[in-house]
């Protein structure tokens, strides 16, 4: 996702919004609120440390900021035991030794990492993430732990691009069906899985789907359509065995959905 600029729009936006929460619940809410959406447009502007930050037990290739040593446990970005929690708790459920796994939508490379150490020196992971400073820090975390043998990381939009972190220039296209073949085929790409699953032509054994609606100041950019993803597996030939949906805190973001589905 840019986190750029706002436009004129997404300002009125978010104005109109601190005004509903000021009536609504008041001003200490509102701060509250606030403070990680500042945080988060401030961040690329702080200085870097030289130490990196492990997120679920994956050192990664995220330098934290010198504030995130100062700042309450919740903006800190220092470690994160919960990042990606239930993705990445599926890839160590699901992915076995000797799998070859394709993750869309990379990004720090904590899932790429996890699916790696699943699948063993047997298997093998292709990464591709859309972001240019993503696709970097996902490379980097790879090197981190030592899998570059394992891991390949591909700067690349497949099908349709969907929310980003950063810029995609220079991204390479990927179409769906043009996706290597593998045995696991993991999908955390923030409004393209969709598209994606619509144009998917190889059969993996395995599907691991993360759904979830995207909206950006106020404008839903990708919908929250569950029963379309389920549809779309059921379709392809896939039985859900694993479904679960959480919750997602925040005023631009909706509940997602998790899905495993073996091919039948």
């Given at each position: 996702?840019?986190?750029?600029?706002?436009?004129?729009?997404?300002?009125?936006?978010?104005?109109?919004?601190?005004?509903?929460?000021?009536?609504?619940?008041g001003v200490r809410r509102l701060v509250r609120k606030a403070e990680p959406i500042l945080y988060d447009r401030l961040y690329p502007h702080l200085p870097e440390t030289d130490e990196y930050g492990v997120y679920n037990g994956v050192v990664t290739g995220q330098r934290p900021r010198v504030s995130d040593y100062t700042v309450s446990e919740r903006l800190s970005r220092a470690s994160n035991p919960d990042y990606e929690r239930q993705f990445v708790a599926l890839l160590r459920t699901y992915v076995e030794v000797g799998d070859d796994v394709v993750v869309v939508g990379g990004g720090l490379g904590v899932s790429s990492v996890a699916a790696a150490r699943r699948?063993?020196?047997?298997?093998?992971v292709v990464t591709y993430e859309a972001s240019r400073s993503e696709a970097e820090r996902a490379a980097r975390t790879v090197e981190l732990n030592g899998l570059e043998d394992r891991v390949e990381v591909r700067h690349a939009i497949v099908g349709s691009r969907g929310d980003l972190r950063g810029s995609a220039d220079g991204a390479e296209i990927v179409q769906s069906d043009e996706l290597p073949a593998c045995d696991v085929l993991a999908l955390d790409c923030d409004g393209a899985e969709l598209a994606i699953l619509e144009a998917l032509t190889e059969r993996p054994s395995l599907l691991v789907v993360e759904h979830h609606g995207v909206s950006n100041e106020g404008t839903v950019e990708f919908e929250y359509r569950p029963a379309k993803v389920a549809g779309l597996l059921d379709q392809k030939g896939y039985e859900v065995v694993h479904e679960e949906t959480v919750a997602r805190k925040g005023p631009d973001r909706a509940d997602e959905t998790y899905f495993v589905a073996r091919a039948t």
């Open positions: 996702m840019y986190a750029g600029v706002m436009s004129r729009g997404g300002s009125l936006a978010l104005v109109k919004r601190a005004f509903k929460v000021v009536n609504e619940e699948a063993g020196e047997s298997g093998g």
